[in-house]
């Protein structure tokens, strides 16, 4: 995860913007957006960028309007890693994915406290395995990953949730041949149903740190967010 993939397009970073809010959410400062009243929620788990990314937020407010109520944690403490900062390797060091399993557990119950009966989680690369960790233990009850980084073979073997793989053409994190891999460990895992997807001619990161004045790859990106959200629709009920 040290290469320039990671850390490429970087967001221009705004805490104000999507029609949510923040507020304190099993001890993480989390946006949150949808309606309170929705019984089902999804969890956003952001990449190195953190949660203020706009493109994210404006994610989190689409799968809002699907009937979800969505929660973007603060896994970074607001120390996202940002353009010219500290180089990666030195700041993945104090934002562990290790840590970020610890610390969405309580988020999760702070939605069951507020009423949600079920929960789906989806990372982003830094993301992807946080939620990946959450599969393997029923803490969700089903997960997406999108161009993940740090997810082995043996992550995907433990999964016990319906899970959907989203990956890129272009990518060193990830690239087809791995992902192919976890296909092949899903399908041999039949009691877990699961989705997996190959996008071409597009880079880690796809998702959301896409240009909207990039026709190609905005369509590229609402591709990505459709999938993810009929995967949702489906397990989270």
């Known amino acids: 995860m040290s290469g320039p993939q990671c850390c490429a397009n970087p967001p221009t970073l705004n805490p104000n913007s999507g029609a949510g809010h923040v507020e304190k959410l099993g001890g993480l400062s989390t946006y949150v957006t949808g309606s309170p009243d929705s019984k089902l929620a999804t969890l956003l788990i952001s990449d190195v960028f953190g949660y203020e990314a706009p493109n994210l937020r404006k994610l989190a407010d689409k799968v809002a309007a699907a009937g979800f109520y969505v929660a973007v944690p603060d896994f970074f403490h607001g120390d996202p890693k940002v353009d010219g900062g500290r180089p990666l390797q030195e700041w993945i060091k104090d934002h562990g994915v290790d840590k970020g399993f610890e ?88 009691e877990v149903d699961s989705f997996v997807k190959i996008f071409p001619k597009v880079a880690h990161g796809w998702s959301v740190r896409y240009n909207a004045e990039d026709e190609f790859a905005v369509k590229a990106a609402e591709e990505a967010h459709q999938n993810l959200l009929e995967w949702l629709t489906k397990y989270v009920k």
Request: aromatic share 6%; net charge negative; charged share 20%.
């Open 103 to 190: 610390e969405a557990k309580p988020v999760i119950q702070a939605l069951k406290c507020k009423g949600i009966t079920a929960t789906g989680a989806v990372g982003f690369c830094w993301g992807a395995k946080v939620v990946v960790q959450l599969a393997k233990h029923e803490f969700i009850q089903a997960a997406v990953l999108l161009h993940p980084s740090f997810v082995t073979v043996d992550d995907i073997k433990g999964v016990e949730v319906p899970i959907s793989v989203l990956g890129a053409e272009i990518d060193q994190f990830s690239p087809p041949a791995l992902v192919k891999e976890f296909e092949e460990a899903l399908t041999a895992k039949s």
